[in-house]
C-alpha cells in the first residue's frame, strides 16, 4: 500500500525569517500545496495522512482555509480517503480550523482512539489509529492504544515530540518515546512536530519501530536548512516500510558550512566562491570562516548574494585580528591607526577570557564603520591613486 504521508505544512505563517522574501515564499508554499493532488496521482497513492500542523495557528486566515478545503476537496478525486490529526499549532478549538474541510476528509478529534477508521483501498483495507493533539487531557495517549484483529494495513497518525530527538526540549509538544512507539503493534507511524526527514532507520536499524517524520513541507525559516517535501510510503504487513523524500517544489535552503574565505581578497570575491557552491534552485545560508587579510562585510556579501538568488543569509565566523594589513595599519600615526592598536590590545587580553571572537567581530564592525579600505588592488572598492609604492598596503578613512 503506497501512503502520502505530510506535516506541518502551517498555512498561513509569516515567514518573517525570510526578510523582503517573505511574500513571494508564502506563494511558493501555497503553489507547492495546491500540487499535492498531482502528487497522488503520479506516485499511486492510496490515501493521504496528514500528521498535524497544517495551519500555522487555531484560527487561519481566510485565504489558507479556504486554500485547504479546496486541495482536500482535490485529493478526495484521486484517494478514496484523506485523514488528518490536529498538531500543537492548530489545535482543535471552537469551531477549529477543520471544521471547514470536506466531510470526506476524516479529522480526528479524541486524544487516544477507540476504534479505527477502516477504508477499503485497491491495495486492500487500511487501518488508521488517530491521536488528536491535546496534552492537557490526555498526556500519555499511547497506553490506551488496542489494536483490532481486521486484516490489512494498520497505521498510526500522531504528531508529537520524540524524546530521542535531537530537537527535543519539552515544550508544548505530545510527549513520545521510541519504546512506546516500538510497543504499537501498527504496520507504519505517521508522524508530525519535528521539522526534519527522520526515516524509519533513525528509530531502529533493524526497523523495529516503523515511524516517520515527514519533516516540514517546505523550511519555515532560514534554520530549516536541506531537502523538504512529503514522504511516500510502500507499507506491507509484517515487513519494514520503505519510504522516500519527494521534494515539495519549494526551494530549499541549502546549508554551506564553515565556507574557508582566507585566500579570498575581498567580499566581491567571497559572492563569487558562495555562488559556485550552491546548487540549482537552492537558496544559500553561508557560514564564512577562516583568517582573512580584509574584514568581511557580511551585509555586502548577503546583499550581492540576493542579486542572485531570492534570499541569502550569511554569517560571518572569520577571524581577522592576526592579519599582516591590521598589524601594519596599528603602525600608523592616524585615527584609524588608534582604533587598529586599541583593538589588538584588546584581543591580546581576551585571548584567555573566552571573549575574542565577540571582539574580533566587534574590531571589524569599527573598521567597516570608519570606512577603512585597501588601495592595492586587493580591494576593488578604493581607487585613489595617490602615494601608491610597491608592495605597500594604503589605507584610507572617509571623512565623516
Not at 521534494?247 to 554551506?256: I, R, Y
Request: charged fraction near 25%; charge should be negative.
Amino acid at each position: 500500500m503506497r501512503i502520502l504521508h505530510l506535516a506541518d505544512v502551517h498555512l498561513g505563517a509569516s515567514y518573517a525569517s525570510f526578510g523582503l522574501y517573505a511574500a513571494e515564499r508564502s506563494e511558493a508554499v501555497l503553489e507547492a500545496f495546491r500540487g499535492l493532488p498531482e502528487v497522488a496521482r503520479e506516485h499511486g497513492a492510496h490515501a493521504v495522512l496528514l500528521a498535524g500542523d497544517l495551519f500555522d495557528s487555531p484560527r487561519p486566515d481566510e485565504r489558507s482555509a479556504a486554500e485547504a478545503r479546496e486541495v482536500t476537496r482535490r485529493l478526495l478525486e484521486v484517494v478514496p480517503a484523506v485523514f488528518l490529526v490536529p498538531g500543537n499549532h492548530d489545535p482543535l478549538v471552537i469551531p477549529g480550523p477543520y471544521a471547514d474541510l470536506p466531510q470526506a476528509a476524516h479529522v480526528f478529534s479524541a486524544p487516544d482512539p477507540s476504534q479505527p477508521v477502516r477504508v477499503d483501498t485497491e491495495a486492500g483495507p487500511l487501518h488508521v489509529y488517530g491521536f488528536a493533539y491535546d496534552f492537557a487531557h490526555q498526556p500519555d495517549p499511547l497506553s490506551r492504544f488496542r489494536r483490532t484483529d481486521g486484516e490489512g494495513v494498520h497505521v498510526a497518525l500522531l504528531h508529537g515530540a520524540v524524546r530521542d530527538a535531537p530537537h527535543w526540549s519539552g515544550g508544548d509538544s505530545l510527549r513520545l518515546s521510541r519504546d512506546e512507539l516500538g510497543a504499537l503493534d501498527v504496520d507504519y507511524i505517521a508522524l508530525g512536530d519535528y521539522h526534519r526527514f527522520r526515516p524509519p532507520s533513525e528509530f531502529a536499524a533493524d526497523g523495529s519501530v516503523p515511524a516517520c517524520y515527514s519533516g516540514s513541507f517546505a523550511a519555515l525559516d532560514h534554520t530549516e536548512t536541506g531537502p523538504r517535501g512529503v514522504v511516500l510510503a510502500e507499507v506491507t504487513p509484517g515487513s519494514a516500510p520503505v519510504v522516500q523524500l519527494i521534494p515539495s517544489g519549494v526551494p530549499p535552503l541549502q546549508a554551506v558550512p564553515d565556507l574557508d574565505v582566507s585566500s579570498c581578497s575581498d567580499d566581491l570575491e567571497v559572492i563569487e566562491r558562495v555562488t559556485g557552491l550552491v546548487e540549482e534552485g537552492s537558496l544559500p545560508v553561508v557560514t564564512l570562516s577562516g583568517q582573512t587579510e580584509f574584514a568581511v562585510d557580511p551585509e555586502r556579501v548577503e546583499a550581492g548574494l540576493a542579486t542572485r538568488f531570492p534570499f541569502a543569509r550569511v554569517r560571518d565566523r572569520t577571524t581577522h585580528y592576526d592579519s599582516d594589513r591590521l598589524a601594519e595599519l596599528a603602525t600608523r600615526d592616524v585615527v584609524v591607526g588608534h582604533l587598529a592598536r586599541q583593538g589588538l590590545d584588546r584581543m591580546r587580553a581576551a585571548s584567555g577570557e573566552g571573549g575574542g571572537g565577540l571582539r574580533d567581530g566587534a574590531l571589524g564592525v569599527a573598521r567597516r564603520a570608519m570606512g577603512v579600505t585597501c588601495a592595492n588592488g586587493a580591494s576593488r572598492r578604493a581607487k585613489s591613486s595617490r602615494g601608491a609604492t610597491r608592495g605597500a598596503v594604503r589605507f584610507q578613512t572617509r571623512r565623516a
